[in-house]
Nanobody, 117 residues
C-alpha cells in the first residue's frame, strides 16, 4: 500500500508560480514512477508530468517550458514547480505513484490550483 499526501495548491494570479509537493509513505521498496495529473471541471483527468526513478521525464505539451517536475528518491517525494501560470491551468492536481512498470498507480487526494485575477 502507498499513501500519497499532496500540498502546495492555492489561488494565484495569472503569471504567478506555485510549487506542489507529494510525499509517499507505506510498504514499498522503491517507486518506479511518480507524476502529476490534473482534472478541470467537466474534463477528463490528464497527465501533466511524469518522472521515472531513472530520470525519464515527460510533460504535457500545454505545460512544457513552464512546469518542472522533480523527485527526491531518498524522500519518496515528487515536486511540481509551476511558473507562468494561466487560467487554463486551473484544476485539481493529483499525485500518482507507480511501484513498478506494470503495476497500477496509487493516487493522492488532490490539491486545488486556481489561477485567477
Amino acid at each position: 500500500q502507498v499513501q500519497l499526501v499532496e500540498s502546495g495548491g492555492g489561488l494565484v494570479q495569472p503569471g504567478g508560480s506555485l510549487r506542489l509537493s507529494c510525499a509517499a509513505s507505506g510498504s514499498f521498496f522503491s517507486i518506479y514512477a511518480m507524476g502529476w495529473y490534473r482534472q478541470a471541471p467537466g474534463k477528463q483527468r490528464e497527465l501533466v508530468a511524469r518522472k521515472t526513478r531513472g530520470g525519464n521525464t515527460i510533460y504535457a505539451d500545454s505545460v512544457k517550458g513552464r512546469f518542472t517536475i522533480s523527485r527526491d528518491n531518498a524522500k519518496n517525494t515528487v515536486y511540481l514547480q509551476m511558473n507562468s501560470l494561466k487560467p487554463e491551468d486551473t484544476a485539481d492536481y493529483y499525485c500518482n505513484a507507480e511501484l513498478t512498470i506494470t503495476s497500477p498507480g496509487y493516487w493522492g487526494q488532490g490539491t486545488q490550483v486556481t489561477v485567477s485575477s
